[in-house]
Structure formats: C-alpha cells, structure tokens
C-alpha cells in the first residue's frame, strides 16, 4: 500500500464512474470484454463486502448505433446519396438505455450479482424530498447487496449544449458521479477513463507524464489538457473539474484507465495507481519544486532573520509552536493513525512501529519539552570568555548558531518536532528529511510548526524534503549545508558519512549495557535492567546486552536476574560462557541492537573486564555500572569511553530532555564537537567579537598588550569606558565610537 492511499483501509462505499470510452469500442459497439472484467471486479467487492455504486455513460453511443443502424436498413438508395444528418442524444440515450442495462443485467446475473437502475436528471436534485428518497432507496439496496447503476436521463434532459445544464447542478456523468458521492456519503469515488490518469499534457505527447498525486494550486496552470475524448460529453477536463470539486468536500477520487482488468481493485487497495484528487494532498507533496541549493540557501537566510529578532520574540515563536501542536492535536493523531496502518500493513517490524506512532499524550509532552526550551535562558550571543588585549581593545568569544543543518531520520517524526524546536531556539536554519514510513506524521508536524513562524522569519526557516532522490543533491552542498546529522540505522549513517564532505554528528548504533557488579544490590539491579530494557524497548538508549559478574552465578544472582527478565517477556541470548551455563539460545552476535523485548546476556570476570567487552562490542552510546562498591565504580566510570557514563541508573536517562536540555536533535558518539544528548549547546559554535577605539597594530609596535583576562558576566560598557593610549586615542572617543561597537 501507498502511503498516500492509506486512506483507503477505511473505505466502504465506494462509487465506481465508467466512461463511455471505456463501454465502447472505437465502432461504437460495446465493448464487452471491458465490460465482463468491471462487473467481475465489482462482484469481488461485493464479495468482500464493499457498497458499490456504478455511475455508467454510454447509453448514447449504444442508441447511436442502433439508429444509424435502423437508418440505414430503412432507408433508399436515394436517401442515402443525401447528406447525412448527426442523430440527436435524447433519441439515442432513450434507445441505448435499455440496451445498456440489459447487458448489464446479464452480465451481473451470470455472476450472481443483483442490479438496479436509476435514472435521474439535474433538475431532480432541486428537489429535497427526491435527495431524501434516493438516500433511503440506495441505503436498503446496498443493504440487500444490490448494485445500484445510475445515469442521467439524457433522453428528458433540459440541457442545450455540453458543459451547459439547465440548473447547474451538474453537467455530465462525472459531475453526476461527484454529486452522488457528496449526497450518498461515499468513501471513494474511482473515475475509468481510457488513459492511466491524469498527465501534465496530451497523453500521447511523450513528454507528457502522468501525476501520481493532484494538487490544485501546482498543478491546475501547469496542465495541457489535449482533446476531448472521441466519445461522450465530459473527457479529462470535466474528470478534473469534477474530482477537484469532490475531493475539496471530502471524498478521495481516483483517475485510472477503464481497460485494466484489476484496476478498480488494485485501486481500492491502495496502489500507486492512476491520479489521486485528495483534499490534504497539499500536506503530502510540496507545491512548489525548488533545487536542493535553492532550498538550502532559503533556510540560511531565514535563519540570518530569526537571528535578528529579539530574545524574547525568539521565545515567543516556541510558545507558538508549542501551543499549535496541542491545537492540532486530533489532526496529527488522523495522519499519524494512517501511517501506522500502512506499516502494519506492509510488515515493519513491531520496533519500528513503535518509534513511529505518536499517541496525543506523546504530542504534549512534545509540546512541553518545547515550552521547556523557550524558558531557558537565551543561547545565542553568550560570552564564554572576555579578554582586554591591550588598554581599551577588548576581545569576546560568544556563542552562534552553526548556519544551516540536514537532519535525515527514519521512523521518528517526534524527532521532526524536538529537532524543528531546538534550530528555532539555536537560531539555524534546519532542512529535514523524515522516512517514508511516517510520510503523512512529518507532513502535519512541518505545517503546524512552519505556519507558527512568523512572515518576518519566513516558512524556509524548516524546509522537509520529500523525496530521497533529492538526498544526494543536499549531501554536496559543503558551501551551504554546515552540519548533517542522521539518525537512524546502521546503514543509513554509514551511507551518509560516504557520500559528503559536510561534518556528520551521528551515532551508528546504541549497543548499551548495564554490568551487574558483585557488590551490587541485587533488587537495585533487577529494578535499573527491568527499566533499562522494557521501558521502551525501541529506543537507541535501551539495555542491549547485560554483563553479570561471575560471582554471581555461584550465589544465585544471576538465576534471580534470568527470571526478572525472562519474566517480563524478555528473550535472552546467551554469550558464549552463559550459553553453556544455562542452556539460553546462543547470541548470533555480540554486538547487535535489538530494539525489542530481547537481550544478550553474558558473564565476565571483574570490572575491567566488562569494559573489555564493552569497548570490544559496544557502540560508546550510554553504559552503566551497578555496584554498592564506590572505588569499583570509579574505575568504571572514569576508565570507559563512552559517551555517557552511569553508575546505579538506567540507560534510558541518556535523553536530551531528562538531561534538562529541553530537546535533543539527538545522541552523538563522535568525539568531535557534540558527544551524547545533543541540545542547544550541539548546535552552536562560536566567534569572536572585538571592540577598540582605532587601534592598530603597526607591526606590533602600536600596541602594549596585556592579555588580561576579564568576567563575562559584567556588562561590557564598563570596560569599554577605559582609554587606549596607543594611537591618540582616548576615553573621551568612547561616547563616539563606544556605542557602535556594542552593535557588531
């Protein structure tokens, strides 16, 4: 299933428009093999327990054929040497009609289906009491699993010329069919047409490509529409006009080709098949195609804007964000349902799903963690150090944002609302590429979050990319893009750290343990490993592997940790000294992250060795000691290189917002710039800032310096005011050029 078509495991009436280029043949005679493959499609739905409605053209072109036919058997040879005159539709509609619905008829008798017919007009919809009856009609048929077929009573119709009726109600049979799907409250209308869908041009041009997804506002001035169809009123114009105007009121319309013999089917199914017309369809695809660079140089200038806003007016935007995500709540939890449904669908693993579903206390929590980041204190523009180089030449190192950073993340799109928060906060610019999986979750978050930014920062501040075609395009923009960080599987990072020359903050794997000491309380440790591993099993910070001290196996601690875990549904693999002591299934690897109710277990000798095996198997994310013993303690927490370190606490504390970091963009392994919970701080870097009174340095003859370092938390103006004897300048030029400096 499509992740944009996950609507349609919740469709049950669906109402089925075939065109009369798909019931006839160029001849004009029906076309009876299409036909015998709809009826059986619509049997099968029928079978599986769908209400299917049939709207059905072609009673025209049938009568057509039989007056010419009766024309022709009746007529002289004279009247024939005579011009002859086009048949009007009414007579034809009124002689094809019967026709039409006798095979019809047939056709579904011989696969046990039962129909009905309707024939209706624009006028009749004027009419309350006619909407109110055809309601309750329909409703007690499709309860007796009866298909109804409907067409407009062309043969009676008011109507002077295509595309012109009498009461503007509706115009043909496609518009009929977009009616009838509002008024019968149907879940899916599917228009056959005698093309794949809908194309940026002519079909038959072949530049021309197909548009797997409609939105109005991209594609209604790009498309060429080339001529109508050889047969009935409407053609592909009318479809669009049509299913644009059912897809806004509600109801997903699917354009696909008539001649497949499943494509109903591989329709209600939910593939990639023909035109989707969605009314959220905007929310999955973006409206306007930019570059790559076009799109990384728009959030560097956004960020450049956010930086020039006040503290307090950056606060405020997180206040908004936060606020728009608890308003939006219902929304986010409908789209992230769908996604969740396809996954299951398609067969992710259960961990996976974990990480992506996204419950609404999960969003308000979300939206909390970013309230906690509006109320710390403000990031950008801190003094870490203040020197006076020489009398009145004072140097500043302060804090900056890091410019623009590409975060790619799998499976998480509560990842996409604490990264979007923290480059608010940082004052970057933040490019994000979700996965596929979580498609419609990270679409909602990016326009609840970029319709919370205000038009002095601009939207571009957070562009989502779409496609992961456009993946390697962003990874060779070095000039651009300042930091990537990927967060997801193995390979994923590994494939990233190939492909670019931009500084990449990841982590591969989150291998973590927790050693059980001798000297441990054995129901502190059952408490700490319980949570370290069923707390959330998913996450990167969960217990992977258990390492118990070997003399614990002699007094019966390792029997007691055996049956807390196996006891929560923990399945365990041995190591190679536990398999043997304890018939436990052999682990295939050592170091493998099981993101589920599973565990490694294994027996080591003393301390250094379980920081053996850690920094042999382990991946330097977050490992922990539980021991009584303070000096066996120390050793580990000062002799293993890990990013994070814990002595008698569960791994699942190594989280940015646990950390009191308000979010985290995520956890990082790398020993350069950010290690561990990656916050604020992660995405910051610094520059220097130097304030004089026209010094210079002439060959460092016109300076004296002192390097006298002074506080960072004075205001600057205090030391601004001494003179610089260098150069003749002095403090009376203070008032002058004082001021401006303060504004660099």
Same mark, same amino acid.
């Given at each position: 299933?499509?992740?944009?078509?996950?609507?349609?495991?919740?469709?049950?009436?669906?109402?089925?428009?075939?065109?009369?280029?798909?019931?006839?043949?160029?001849?004009?005679?029906?076309?009876?093999?299409?036909?015998?493959?709809?009826?059986?499609?619509?049997?099968?739905?029928?079978?599986?327990?769908?209400?299917?409605?049939?709207?059905?053209?072609?009673?025209?072109?049938?009568?057509?054929?039989?007056?010419?036919?009766?024309?022709?058997?009746?007529?002289?040879?004279?009247?024939?040497?005579?011009?002859?005159?086009?048949?009007?539709?009414?007579?034809?509609?009124?002689?094809?009609q019967?026709?039409?619905?006798?095979?019809?008829?047939?056709?579904?008798?011989?696969?046990?289906?039962?129909?009905?017919?309707?024939?209706?007009?624009?006028?009749?919809?004027?009419?309350?009491?006619?909407?109110?009856?055809?309601?309750?009609?329909?409703?007690?048929?499709?309860?007796?699993?009866?298909?109804?077929?409907?067409?407009?009573?062309?043969a009676?119709?008011?109507?002077?010329?295509?595309?012109?009726?009498?009461?503007?109600?509706?115009?043909?049979?496609?518009?009929?069919?977009?009616?009838?799907?509002?008024?019968?409250k149907?879940?899916?209308?599917?228009?056959?047409?005698d093309?794949?869908?809908?194309?940026?041009?002519?079909?038959?041009?072949?530049?021309?490509?197909?548009?797997?997804?409609?939105?109005?506002?991209?594609?209604?001035? %790009?498309?060429?529409?080339?001529?109508?169809?050889?047969?009935?009123?409407?053609?592909?114009?009318?479809?669009?006009?049509?299913?644009?105007?059912?897809?806004?009121?509600?109801?997903?319309?699917?354009?696909?080709?008539?001649?497949?013999?499943?494509?109903?089917?591989?329709?209600?199914?939910?593939?990639?098949i023909?035109?989707?017309?969605?009314?959220?369809?905007?929310?999955?695809?973006?409206?306007?195609?930019?570059?790559?660079?076009?799109?990384?140089?728009?959030?560097?200038?956004?960020?450049?804007?956010?930086?020039?806003?006040?503290?307090?007016?950056?606060?405020?935007?997180?206040?908004d964000v936060?606020?728009?995500?608890?308003?939006?709540?219902?929304?986010?939890?409908? %789209?992230?349902?769908?996604?969740?449904?396809?996954?299951?669908?398609?067969?992710?693993?259960?961990?996976?799903?974990?990480?992506?579903?996204?419950?609404?206390?999960?969003?308000?929590?979300?939206?909390?963690?970013?309230?906690?980041?509006?109320?710390?204190?403000?990031?950008?523009?801190?003094?870490?150090?203040?020197?006076?180089?020489?009398?009145?030449?004072?140097?500043?190192?302060?804090?900056?944002?890091?410019?623009?950073?590409?975060?790619?993340?799998?499976?998480?799109?509560?990842?996409?609302?604490?990264?979007?928060?923290?480059?608010?906060?940082?004052?970057?610019?933040?490019?994000?590429?979700?996965?596929?999986?979580?498609?419609?979750t990270?679409?909602?978050?990016?326009?609840?979050?970029?319709?919370?930014?205000?038009?002095?920062?601009?939207?571009?501040?957070?562009?989502?990319?779409?496609?992961?075609?456009?993946?390697?395009?962003?990874?060779?923009?070095?000039?651009?893009?300042?930091?990537v960080?990927?967060?997801?599987?193995?390979?994923?990072?590994?494939?990233?750290?190939?492909?670019?020359?931009?500084?990449?903050?990841?982590?591969?794997?989150?291998?973590?343990?927790?050693?059980?000491?001798?000297?441990?309380?054995?129901?502190?440790?059952?408490?700490?490993?319980?949570?370290?591993?069923?707390?959330?099993?998913?996450?990167?910070?969960?217990?992977?592997?258990?390492?118990?001290h070997?003399?614990?196996?002699?007094?019966?601690?390792?029997?007691?940790?055996?049956?807390a875990?196996?006891?929560a549904?923990?399945?365990?693999?041995?190591?190679?000294?536990?398999?043997?002591?304890?018939?436990?299934?052999?682990?295939?690897?050592?170091?493998?992250?099981?993101?589920?109710?599973?565990?490694?277990?294994?027996?080591?000798?003393?301390?250094?060795?379980?920081?053996?095996?850690?920094?042999?198997?382990?991946?330097?994310?977050?490992?922990?000691?539980?021991?009584?013993?303070?000096?066996?303690?120390?050793?580990?927490?000062?002799q293993?290189?890990?990013?994070?370190?814990?002595?008698?606490?569960?791994?699942?504390?190594?989280?940015?917002?646990?950390?009191?970091?308000?979010?985290?963009?995520?956890?990082?392994?790398?020993?350069?710039?950010?290690?561990?919970?990656?916050?604020?701080?992660?995405?910051?870097?610094?520059?220097?800032?130097?304030?004089?009174h026209g010094?210079?340095?002439?060959?460092?003859?016109?300076?004296?310096?002192?390097?006298?370092?002074?506080?960072?938390?004075v205001?600057l103006?205090?030391?601004?005011?001494?003179?610089?004897?260098?150069?003749?300048?002095?403090?009376?030029?203070?008032?002058?050029?004082?001021?401006?400096?303060?504004?660099?």
């Amino acid at each position: 299933m499509d992740v944009t078509r996950a609507f349609t495991k919740d469709v049950k009436r669906v109402i089925v428009k075939v065109g009369t280029s798909v019931v006839t043949r160029p001849d004009g005679r029906l076309a009876l093999g299409r036909l015998g493959s709809l009826c059986e499609q619509v049997k099968e739905m029928v079978s599986e327990g769908f209400e299917v409605l049939l709207v059905t053209s072609g009673a025209v072109g049938v009568g057509r054929q039989k007056l010419r036919y009766q024309r022709l058997i009746n007529s002289s040879f004279a009247d024939l040497q005579k011009p002859q005159v086009e048949l009007d539709g009414k007579p034809c509609a009124a002689v094809g009609q019967s026709g039409l619905m006798a095979l019809y008829d047939s056709l579904f008798s011989q696969l046990d289906v039962v129909s009905s017919q309707f024939l209706v007009t624009d006028n009749d919809f004027k009419d309350p009491d006619f909407r109110i009856q055809l309601n309750e009609t329909v409703n007690i048929l499709l309860e007796h699993r009866v298909v109804p077929i409907l067409n407009e009573n062309d043969a009676i119709s008011r109507r002077k010329a295509p595309y012109q009726d009498s009461c503007g109600i509706f115009w043909d049979n496609d518009s009929l069919a977009a009616i009838l799907a509002l008024e019968l409250k149907a879940d899916l209308l599917i228009l056959l047409s005698d093309v794949d869908g809908l194309y940026t041009g002519p079909p038959k041009d072949p530049r021309s490509k197909l548009i797997d997804t409609y939105i109005r506002d991209k594609h209604s001035e %790009e498309i060429t529409f080339g001529e109508k169809s050889r047969v009935g009123r409407g053609g592909m114009t009318a479809k669009v006009k049509a299913a644009d105007n059912a897809a806004q009121a509600g109801v997903p319309v699917v354009i696909t080709s008539g001649y497949s013999t499943d494509g109903i089917l591989r329709a209600l199914r939910g593939e990639r098949i023909g035109t989707l017309f969605h009314r959220d369809a905007h929310l999955w695809l973006p409206v306007k195609d930019i570059s790559a660079r076009q799109m990384a140089v728009a959030a560097r200038n956004a960020s450049r804007n956010l930086q020039g806003l006040s503290s307090d007016d950056r606060k405020k935007i997180l206040y908004d964000v936060a606020n728009a995500l608890e308003a939006n709540k219902d929304l986010i939890r409908a %789209e992230n349902e769908a996604d969740v449904s396809v996954a299951q669908q398609i067969g992710i693993p259960k961990s996976m799903i974990s990480r992506l579903t996204l419950k609404p206390e999960k969003v308000s929590a979300l939206a909390k963690s970013v309230q906690m980041l509006a109320d710390m204190d403000d990031p950008i523009g801190q003094v870490q150090k203040r020197t006076e180089l020489a009398d009145g030449l004072i140097l500043e190192k302060t804090t900056c944002p890091l410019g623009v950073l590409l975060i790619v993340f799998e499976s998480r799109p509560d990842a996409l609302v604490q990264i979007a928060s923290l480059a608010i906060r940082s004052g970057n610019g933040l490019l994000l590429k979700g996965g596929k999986e979580a498609v419609r979750t990270n679409a909602i978050l990016h326009k609840v979050i970029t319709e919370a930014l205000p038009e002095s920062v601009g939207k571009e501040l957070i562009g989502l990319v779409t496609s992961r075609d456009e993946i390697p395009d962003l990874l060779k923009l070095d000039d651009v893009i300042d930091l990537v960080i990927p967060r997801g599987s193995n390979n994923l990072v590994s494939k990233i750290r190939e492909s670019t020359k931009i500084p990449v903050l990841s982590h591969a794997d989150g291998v973590c343990h927790v050693y059980v000491d001798k000297a441990a309380d054995l129901d502190m440790a059952k408490h700490i490993i319980l949570d370290a591993k069923t707390d959330y099993p998913a996450a990167c910070n969960a217990m992977e592997t258990l390492l118990v001290h070997e003399e614990l196996v002699k007094s019966g601690g390792l029997d007691e940790l055996i049956l807390a875990l196996q006891t929560a549904g923990v399945k365990l693999y041995g190591g190679p000294k536990v398999a043997d002591l304890r018939n436990i299934p052999s682990a295939n690897n050592l170091h493998y992250e099981y993101s589920s109710m599973a565990c490694t277990l294994e027996v080591v000798k003393d301390v250094n060795a379980a920081i053996a095996h850690i920094h042999e198997h382990g991946s330097a994310h977050t490992d922990c000691i539980v021991t009584e013993d303070i000096d066996v303690a120390s050793v580990f927490l000062h002799q293993l290189d890990s990013a994070a370190v814990f002595h008698n606490a569960s791994t699942r504390f190594c989280d940015g917002a646990r950390f009191g970091l308000g979010a985290e963009v995520g956890i990082s392994t790398s020993r350069i710039h950010a290690r561990g919970p990656v916050g604020v701080e992660g995405l910051l870097t610094t520059r220097w800032l130097l304030r004089g009174h026209g010094h210079v340095v002439d060959g460092d003859h016109g300076v004296t310096f002192n390097h006298k370092e002074l506080p960072s938390d004075v205001e600057l103006e205090h030391f601004m005011g001494r003179k610089s004897v260098n150069g003749g300048v002095y403090a009376s030029h203070h008032n002058v050029h004082g001021n401006h400096a303060n504004g660099i």
